[in-house]
């Protein structure tokens, strides 16, 4: 799959430094992102979407690394996560008390994923950070696929489009939770 180009990517960071809500490809649809620590964005994403904020949000990483700071972990936790580390997964992670509520919504989890989409995996590692990753539609309505559904979607919306392609999955990402292993979605 071909990966957008190192200057879109600089161009989408920018816009997420400076506090703008973008969208981009993941492994089954296009997702809409920001800094998860700037409490204007993540609020002006949810608006966006007309979502709830006790719904919580999923938070994408490069790498396990960038996700530790958020995250209480042991070595069975990082280990489980290492393993299926190939695999698209989002995992509910007992999280750090500082983690906003915002991110965890009316849950005492964490949502999160080692991306494998190589434009998101290049977006965050070019952003040093998390993203938040959320479905670039109208809550309710169905997930984007495609370039052209995103722009309509977000038609007449301050948002920058990162170009590519959505990856092979079929269906949006699975959630389990870590230490029950039940599957939510």
């Known amino acids: ?36 620590l700037n409490e204007e964005a993540v609020f002006h994403l949810l ?6 904020v006790d719904k919580g949000l999923i938070l994408i990483a490069s790498s396990l690394t ?3 700071p958020y995250l209480q972990l042991n070595s069975a936790i990082s280990s489980q996560i290492e393993a299926a580390s190939s695999e698209p ?18 849950h005492s989890k964490l949502a999160v994923r080692v991306i ?6 290049l977006l965050c590692e070019e952003y040093g950070a998390p993203l938040i990753s ?8 169905p997930p984007a ?9 977000l038609e007449n919306r301050k948002v920058f489009v990162l170009p590519g392609q959505v990856g092979n999955l079929k269906q949006v990402t699975p959630i389990y939770d870590i230490l029950s292993k039940q599957q939510f979605r």
Not at 4 to 25: C, D, M, Q, W
Not at 27 to 36: K, N, S, T
Not at 47 to 52: E, N, T, V, W
Not at 136 to 141: G, M, R, V
């Open 1 to 36: 799959m071909q990966t957008t180009s190192p200057f879109k990517i600089r161009l989408a960071v920018k816009k997420i430094k400076a506090g703008e809500v973008i969208a981009y490809p993941t492994e089954a649809v296009f997702g809409l992102g920001c800094d998860p």
């Open 47 to 52: 608006a966006l979407k007309k979502r709830s």
């Open 66 to 68: 960038q996700l530790e």
């Open 89 to 106: 997964i989002t995992w509910l992670i007992p999280c750090q008390t500082w983690v906003p509520e915002w991110l965890t919504g009316n």
């Open 116 to 121: 494998t989409h190589p434009t998101a995996k």
């Open 134 to 141: 959320t479905s670039a539609n109208i809550h309710t309505k």
């Open 145 to 153: 696929t495609h370039l052209w559904i995103v722009q309509k979607n």
